[in-house]
Nanobody
Framework: QVQLVESGGGLVQAGGSLRLSCVAS????????MGWFRQAPGKEREFVAA????????YYADSVKGRFTISRDNAKNTVYLQMNSLKPEDTAVYYC???????????????????WGKGTLVTVSS
């Protein structure tokens, strides 16, 4: 069993930055590809970014490419999402996910995730 706990969300002005963290319990963190997803009010959950088990590969949604960076520290069981140049349309609850699928597979489906966190709210004001 893996538990994921996100933190780092909050209120920020457009153009600002936030860094989200997701800490995983358990000893098998490096067995999982990790990803970030988000869900805005009234919308479906969507893919944001994913990183492979040993951080060799990363994938991003077109909407965040060049602004967001995903990284992980397997020694700390933590995955990060650095978000720069934030826009009001980035406002959403951000969820961390762990999957035995590849990071590339995580980028094309919200299904098949083995574990989800409870989310952290990011609000970007204009």
């Amino acid at each position: 069993q893996v538990q994921l706990v996100e933190s780092g969300g909050g209120l920020v002005q457009a153009g600002g930055s936030l860094r989200l963290s997701c800490v995983a319990s358990g000893r098998t963190f490096s067995s999982y590809a990790m990803g970030w997803f988000r869900q805005a009010p009234g919308k479906e959950r969507e893919f944001v970014a994913a990183i492979s088990k040993y951080a060799r590969s990363t994938y991003y949604a077109d909407s965040v490419k060049g602004r967001f960076t995903i990284s992980r520290d397997n020694a700390k069981n933590t995955v990060y999402l650095q978000m720069n140049s934030l826009k009001p349309e980035d406002t959403a609850v951000y969820y961390c996910a762990a999957s035995l699928l590849s990071a590339q597979a995580m980028s094309v489906t919200t299904g098949g995730m083995d574990y989800w966190g409870k989310g952290t709210l990011v609000t970007v004001s204009s």
